[in-house]
């Protein structure tokens, strides 16, 4: 006999490093957030080593009905080709919607050509659209600043909502589009920085997490992507700061931190 688990809405992080030098050394993981959303389970971003964090904790590529790639840098996209093939079994039994802007399936796809047959089809995310995978809806409210096509999610469950705010320079854009119970920032710098050229950096530092946070007023936040100075700066004992700052819950995600939505009630 099989018992029904309860449903949960559940997210949990294959990995929490972002930006170059922390994901090349693997100081932290970077295989993207799995969400099981009332049995629907859905994989977003899985950068390099998303088969390993993913099976090593026993999810199954088999049981996900949908990939979302935020855009196509190698942090965010590395592993999606062996995770749709896992998700079909190895194209016996095609399985599984992708979702990705355009430029990454265009000139140079990040997905190759032969997988594509293994999926049930592939949906090109656009600013302002909205989407639904099983029971889940998600929106793609608006185009990040970043040097590649970029979308972050803002998705509705039957009980709860949240957002994903993936790479991208700050814009009150981002305010404008994410409002939600919890909200999932990509934090890549401590302090906010130029380039060489001058240009600001297309990432968030903290203090526009801080804003964002402060504007939203989520009942939860919770930072990741750490980039190498804010894993010196220790990212627990910065978000331990910004709630004190903030007054509202700020977690730092930990390599295969598990969040259940049921905290936010
Ligand atoms: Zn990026």
């Given amino acids: 006999m099989k018992d029904e688990k309860p449903s949960t809405d559940t997210i949990i992080f294959l990995g929490t490093g972002g930006a170059r030098v922390v994901v090349a050394n693997q100081i932290l993981a970077s295989g993207g957030l799995w969400l099981n959303l009332s049995g629907t389970e859905i994989l977003i971003d899985p950068g390099p080593g998303c088969i390993v964090q993913s099976t090593k904790r026993k999810l199954r590529a088999d049981k996900l009905s949908a990939i979302i790639l935020s855009h196509r840098h190698l942090d ?18 095609p399985n599984g919607w992708l979702f990705a802007p355009a430029d ?11 997988l594509r047959s293994y999926l049930n089809g592939i949906e090109v995310l656009q600013e302002g659209k ?71 950096i297309d990432h968030l530092s903290l203090p526009d997490a801080k804003h964002i946070i402060t504007e939203l007023k ?23 700061g910004l709630s004190q700052e903030t007054g509202v819950r700020v977690l730092a995600a930990r390599d295969g931190m598990r969040f259940d939505l049921s905290q936010l009630e």
């Fill in 76 to 93: 965010h996209s590395g592993d999606v080709n062996i995770m749709v093939e896992a998700m079909a079994q190895s194209g016996f039994k």
């Fill in 104 to 114: 990454a399936l265009e000139t140079e796809p990040v997905i190759f050509s032969y």
């Fill in 130 to 200: 909205t989407y639904s995978v099983g029971n889940v809806s998600f929106s793609t409210p608006v185009r990040h600043i970043h040097r590649v096509e970029t979308y972050g999610m803002l998705f509705k469950t039957a009980g709860h909502t949240f957002s994903y705010i993936a790479d991208g320079g700050y814009f009150d854009g981002l305010c404008r589009s994410y409002g939600a119970e919890l909200l999932i920032i990509n934090v890549v710098f401590l302090e906010p920085g130029r380039l060489e050229s001058g240009r600001p």
């Fill in 218 to 240: 989520p009942k939860v936040a919770i930072l990741t992507h750490f980039g190498t100075s804010m894993w010196r700066a220790k990212p627990w004992e910065v978000a331990q």
